[in-house]
């Protein structure tokens, strides 16, 4: 494993890292403050869109991708550090079109799609024009175990109807959200992997209805918005199946590999910004006639930071480049590692920062309490930490079977 940066890449990185420092991180402060003081009303702020075709016009679009022409074609090792820096701001992945659940869902259309899925939604997600939705978890049900869905996508003669509930759906409340992938079961009969469909659901398809929007730790992070969504016999076309009907667990399988390596790398962005803001607020203040980086075991938290975040990385660039050699079979176990160890690590920081900022870390002066947020809500999103240690389990278990 060679981890250097090739001259391609190191030029990228240079770029995204100037953008989100001169364009996207001065602006930040403002734009929430302006978010805030919408609540409860998703909609996009004129400069998302202003920034989003001056990074496009730049280059700087889609780099997540690694399938030309859709992308320019960067591994996920190379993708990495680009996406660490989107990771140190909130708002840098949509405006480089590389924001989730978009970037799983593209890849769905590229890997599984058919010909018509693709021409129909490719181009304008490609182009964030519109924006997409994930719904395969369920308020009814486990959902971590992604067999136990119980919505229905039963296939009548030339058409494919869907019914039941799904919640937690990221993204459903934008307002440019045209289109939703919902995961259905179609075969309580078969065996249990090929139970279940996935199938494309245009937004304002009759019968789809966005019930509420559910706040995470009091926000409702717009104007994303995690929704939870009812399906009341949505009639499709057949053709809007994704690559045939019950092959719903092996797309969810594959659409959430390269996904979970994404929010992986962000998240060492956005823990690297929790360590330089701990630091500069320790210096920059003093108690008991001393800075505050001086007191007590405030150094030894410094240290642990920088080694969590250096070993994380380098196995956020391990997960990638054994999925770009091995594909994300070969990298299921690295692909859990991370996922467990990324937002744990950002969650330990986070608090700790919070802790050396005083009262000010919890307010709205910082973007502490979202980054806390963030790792707390990603040791649940694609998959809790207990379910990717029973994977990693499992795998290491079988070398002695
Ligand atoms: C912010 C956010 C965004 C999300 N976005 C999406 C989205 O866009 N689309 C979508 O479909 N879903 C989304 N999710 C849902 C997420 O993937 C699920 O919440 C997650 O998979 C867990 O499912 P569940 O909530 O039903 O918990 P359950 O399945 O009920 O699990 C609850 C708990 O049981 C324990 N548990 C489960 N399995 C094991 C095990 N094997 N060993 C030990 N303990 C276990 C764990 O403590 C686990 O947290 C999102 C969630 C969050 C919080």
């Keep these: 494993m060679d981890f250097s940066l090739s001259e391609r890449c190191q030029d990228y990185l240079t770029r995204v890292s100037d953008f989100i420092e001169q364009e996207i991180v001065p602006i930040e402060a403002d734009y ?16 998302i869109e202003t920034l989003k075709a001056k ?8 780099l997540f991708m690694p399938v030309e022409p859709y992308g320019v074609g960067l591994t996920n090792e190379e993708y990495a550090p680009l996406a660490e820096q989107m990771g140190r701001s909130f708002i840098a992945p949509e405006i480089f079109n590389c924001n989730a659940p978009d970037t799983g869902n593209m890849e769905v259309l590229i890997h599984y799609g058919s010909a018509e899925q693709k021409a129909q939604w490719l181009p304008k997600l490609l182009s964030g024009e519109i924006r997409s939705a994930f719904c395969m978890t369920e308020p009814d049900v486990a959902s971590s175990d992604a067999t136990n869905m119980a919505a229905t996508a039963i296939v009548e003669g ?4 869907l019914n039941g509930r799904k919640w937690w759906s990221t993204g459903i409340g934008h307002p440019q959200c045209e289109m939703i992938i919902f995961m259905g ?7 249990k992997h090929q139970q279940h469909s996935m199938v494309i659901v245009p937004k304002n398809a009759p019968g789809v209805k966005v019930e509420r929007l559910l706040p995470v730790f009091g926000e409702l992070h717009e104007p994303y918005g995690h929704g939870e969504v009812s399906f009341t016999n949505v009639r499709l ?10 092959r719903g667990f092996e797309i969810a399988q594959g659409r959430l590999g390269p996904g979970r390596i994404h929010h992986a790398m962000r998240t060492i962005g956005a823990a690297e910004r929790a360590l330089e803001l701990l630091i500069t607020r320790g210096l920059s203040r003093s108690a008991f006639g001393k800075p505050l980086i001086e007191l007590g075991g405030n150094k030894d938290i410094i240290a642990n930071a920088r080694m969590a975040i250096e070993q994380a990385r380098l196995l956020t660039m391990k997960a990638a480049w054994t999925i770009d050699t091995q594909g994300i079979k070969g990298a299921m176990s690295a692909v859990s590692q991370i996922k467990v160890v990324a937002p744990n690590i950002l969650q330990t920081i986070a608090d700790q920062a919070i802790q050396i900022h005083g009262g000010a870390g919890l307010s709205d002066d910082f973007p502490l309490t979202m980054l806390f947020a963030a790792a707390r ?5 694609d998959g809790p930490d207990e379910v990717h240690r029973a994977l990693i389990a499992k795998l290491e278990l079988k070398k002695y079977a």
């Design 32 to 47: 929430f403050a302006q978010i805030q003081q919408q609540a409860g009303n998703c909609h996009v702020l004129p400069i």
């Design 55 to 62: 990074a496009k016009a730049q280059g700087l679009w889609n």
């Design 158 to 161: 030339d058409e494919v109807v």
């Design 185 to 191: 079961l179609s075969y309580p009969d078969a065996p």
């Design 237 to 246: 076309p057949k053709s809007a199946i994704i690559a045939g009907a019950g």
């Design 377 to 381: 809500m990603l040791r649940l999103a």
